[in-house]
């Protein structure tokens, strides 16, 4: 019994940190596209996180600033493109961006945004 339990910890932990991707290819195509239209890819991970490593060309807007408010940094006329480490800080942030009048791509992590789009 013992080892059933330990065998399913791992098959649940493996789970939890698999390269599934939360963006199909089609969406991470039109977000490449508004890129190379002028759209602004926004990192919403912590400015540390930034620093250590970001997709070139984007800018740092954490998800506390974009919840308290502090969008200053996004023009209204361009769309945005957003990523985090996980995903999850980027959804959110997408959800309230789209509240207040953007258009907004959710591209989840840089891995995400580097992957090879399928043809």
Same mark, same amino acid.
């Given at each position: 019994?013992?080892?059933?339990?330990?065998?399913?910890?791992?098959?649940? /932990?493996?789970?939890?940190? &698999?390269?599934?991707? $939360?963006?199909?290819?089609? *969406?991470?195509?039109?977000?490449?596209?508004? +890129? %190379?239209?002028?759209?602004?890819?926004? @990192?919403?991970? /912590?400015?540390?996180? #930034?620093?250590? $490593?970001?997709?070139?060309?984007?800018?740092?807007?954490?998800?506390?600033?974009?919840?308290?408010?502090?969008?200053? $940094?996004?023009?209204?006329?361009? %769309?945005?493109?957003? #990523?985090?480490? /996980?995903?999850?800080? &980027?959804? /959110? &942030?997408? $959800? +309230?961006?789209?509240?207040?009048? =953007? &258009?907004? #791509? *959710? +591209?989840?992590?840089?891995? @995400? =945004?580097?992957?090879?789009?399928?043809?």
């Amino acid at each position: 019994m013992k080892k059933i339990v330990c065998v399913l910890i791992l098959v649940l /932990t493996a789970g939890l940190f &698999s390269a599934c991707s $939360k963006v199909n290819d089609e *969406d991470l195509k039109k977000a490449h596209e508004a +890129v %190379e239209a002028g759209a602004i890819i926004v @990192d919403v991970r /912590t400015p540390q996180e #930034y620093k250590q $490593k970001h997709i070139d060309g984007a800018i740092n807007l954490p998800i506390e600033e974009i919840m308290q408010g502090h969008l200053k $940094k996004l023009p209204k006329n361009k %769309e945005i493109v957003v #990523y985090c480490r /996980t995903g999850n800080r &980027s959804n /959110t &942030s997408a $959800k +309230v961006l789209r509240e207040k009048g =953007w &258009s907004v #791509y *959710d +591209v989840a992590t840089q891995a @995400d =945004w580097e992957r090879k789009i399928k043809e």
